[in-house]
């Protein structure tokens, strides 16, 4: 031990640098120890993303505005009199008046009297001119009476000449009818000709094709006796015992025959194997004969039919062709009798023409006539006119002044105002207003910003206070062409109509509306704050992927465990690398056993928006997919920079 302590004082200085270098070493690995611990704790801070289900929603576009409640038409009433004292007001302020009541009366006397004296001066004046009068009449009467006279004569004459045209034209008519009819009959019976002729060469071919396969019958019938011969020798030959009249039935008619067998005709108790083949030999040849008998039969009456069609079709063909050669002669006659027709028609149709030249003629002379003695009456007319006119404007506007003097309601509504009292005299001011209440309408203001949204036809949302949450249907009924005058913003008007019936509405209320631009139902939807732009101008969102070998985004930088904050960086809460509101890689837990979520990036196209949600178009995104919100200063989301300043000075992981 001496000796120990004896080489450790030798090296003291060594010592110490070895005790100095263990207790760093020990230091360090503390330190590493925990800042991986924070590490840790911030990692798992990071994956804690804010996200929101992508759902399908009814969204609605719309635009907001206050305005008030008033009336859809407004009425001051006043009267073209004045002058004349009122005698009664018939209503007050709050009646309600049908179109035409009678709302107040004026004073009648004076009027009443000048007008009997313009009508006194009118019928002294008229009294003169009317005998002048008719004596234009009469005369204008004569040359009526002639004018019809001969008018009526030309008439006649034009009415004959037209009835022979159309008696013309009805034989022209009828002449044509024909001439199509036999060029009808025609190619009809030339047509028939022809299928005929078709027919005829077929059952031609039919027939030959028939006679080629018959007459072979009797052919077959001896050769099928001649084998029931031989078999009934080889039974006899075998001394086989035969099945009581079995041998009788071996004709060639007989239909049983093909279903025979060796025992249908010997007793099989008897036959050995080899007589049984023989039999069947023989009875197979007689079954072959039978068949070829049968077919030959067949083909024999088959070439019967054959030639018996091909006879008939023979004489159908020389009977079409008569009639062929017949319908082109009537053809022919047709066609001559047409031509004739048209020739004449013609003919009458120059006649009548003539005649209605004459007519013109006879019209144009009469008429000249008449419109002289026309002349005269209206300058008679004229004169007599002329000369009562300021009687007549004299009597006209004494009438329409009596008459305003009764005032009515040119509208149904609710009297708003009432300016005039009995006693009063009149001096063409407004009586009483009267406002429309049966129908209700919205004013508002609506900024330059969102004016070119606004069409007539839109639909409309309403709510007053006195209504509560009742929302009453409306629409756009005008919207101003020039900004409103004397607002601190360039602003427009727009009126919108009430459609829903309330009776709690009152003129002047106040009035929240929305003016609504699109609706769709069904859209996938993201919150409005999930959608962001990237730096070439592209709409995206981004989800959480379950894709653990997908990668990181691409502005996400992945922190080595190593990695230390600059000292100035620390105290300030600024990093060297980006990664606020971004999910670390890796969709796994990673070797330390620290969770960590995987986003993907999906370029959008934005839909409708509302004020809380936004419409979002694209082939990857599905319903139920998590989308991020990102995180912004203040909103409780993940902070890298406070992340960084809660490490210390030390800055690493």
């Not at 004896?6 to 060594?14: D, L, M, V």
């Not at 003695?373 to 007549?392: D, V």
């Not at 006209?396 to 305003?404: F, G, K, L, S, V």
Request: charged letters at 25%; aromatic letters at 4%.
């Amino acid at each position: 031990m001496k000796s120990i302590l004896e080489k450790i004082g030798r090296h003291k200085k060594i010592v110490i640098a070895l005790v100095a270098v263990l207790i760093i070493a020990v230091t360090a690995s503390v330190v590493v120890s925990n800042a991986k611990e924070k590490q840790k704790a911030m990692m798992a801070e990071m994956s804690k993303l804010e996200t929101e289900q992508i759902e399908k929603r009814t969204l609605v576009e719309s635009i907001s505005a206050t305005g008030t409640v008033t009336s859809t038409g407004s009425k001051s009433v006043t009267t073209d009199v004045t002058g004349v004292d009122v005698l009664e007001v018939n209503v007050e302020v709050g009646d309600t008046v049908n179109e035409g009541d009678i709302l107040c009366t004026l004073d009648t006397t004076e009027l009443e009297l000048d007008l009997a004296d313009a009508q006194t001066s009118l019928n002294a004046t008229q009294g003169t001119t009317n005998i002048k009068v008719s004596e234009a009449e009469r005369s204008l009467s004569e040359a009526e009476e002639s004018r019809d006279i001969n008018l009526e004569r030309a008439d006649e004459d034009v009415a004959d000449a037209w009835n022979d045209y159309l008696l013309a034209l009805t034989d022209l008519e009828e002449a044509e009818d024909a001439y199509n009819d036999a060029q009808a009959a025609t190619i009809s019976k030339s047509a028939e000709y022809e299928l005929s002729k078709t027919k005829l060469a077929e059952a031609e071919t039919a027939m030959n094709n028939a006679a080629a396969g018959s007459g072979k019958g009797s052919t077959y019938e001896t050769q099928f006796s001649v084998e029931v011969k031989a078999l009934q020798e080889y039974i006899k030959s075998q001394n086989l015992t035969n099945i009581p009249g079995a041998l009788d039935k071996l004709y060639i008619s007989n239909t049983e025959l093909q279903t025979y067998t060796a025992s249908s005709i010997v007793d099989s108790a008897a036959m050995t194997a080899d007589q049984t083949t023989a039999i069947d030999g023989y009875l197979g040849t007689l079954k072959g004969y039978q068949t070829a008998y049968l077919s030959a039969s067949s083909a024999d009456v088959a070439y019967q039919q054959a030639q018996a069609e091909y006879q008939t079709l023979q004489a159908e063909t020389t009977e079409w062709q008569t009639k062929y050669n017949s319908a082109k002669q009537t053809e022919s006659s047709c066609e001559s009798a047409y031509e004739q027709a048209i020739t004449a028609a013609n003919s009458k149709l120059d006649a009548y023409n003539q005649q209605v030249r004459s007519k013109e003629d006879t019209v144009r002379n009469s008429d000249s006539t008449v419109s002289t003695q026309e002349s005269s009456l209206a300058s008679t007319k004229i004169s007599a006119t002329t000369s009562g006119t300021s009687e007549k404007k004299q009597i006209r506007q004494y009438e329409d002044q009596i008459e305003a003097c009764t005032v009515t309601a040119p509208m149904s509504g609710v009297i708003t105002e009432v300016n005039v009292e009995a006693g009063d005299s009149y001096a063409g001011t407004t009586i009483v207003t009267i406002e429309d209440t049966s129908a209700y309408e919205v004013t508002v203001e609506i900024s330059e910003y969102d004016i070119n949204k606004v069409e007539v036809g839109q639909q409309v949302v309403i709510k007053t206070n006195a209504t509560g949450e009742e929302e009453l249907k409306g629409t756009v009924k005008e919207i101003a062409p020039r900004a409103t005058e004397g607002s601190s913003e360039v602003t427009y008007t727009v009126i919108t109509s009430i459609d829903t019936p309330c009776d709690a509405l009152k003129m002047d209320m106040t009035a929240k509306l929305s003016i609504i631009l699109e609706s769709k139902e069904n859209v996938l939807t993201v919150p409005y704050d999930a959608v962001q732009e990237d730096e070439e101008g592209n709409y995206y969102i981004e989800v959480v992927s379950e894709d653990t070998t997908a990668v990181a985004p691409e502005n996400a930088t992945e922190m080595p465990e190593d990695a230390q904050m600059p000292e100035g960086e620390a105290q300030t809460g600024e990093t060297s690398f980006e990664m606020k509101n971004k999910a670390m890689p890796g969709g796994a837990p990673d070797s330390e056993g620290m969770p960590s979520t995987q986003t993907k990036r999906i370029i959008i196209t934005k839909g409708i928006e509302s004020d809380y949600y936004i419409e979002v178009i694209s082939d990857e995104v599905t319903e139920g997919m998590e989308v991020v919100i990102p995180a912004t200063e203040g909103t409780g989301g993940f902070d890298i920079q406070n992340m960084m300043q809660r490490q210390g000075p030390m800055g690493g992981f």
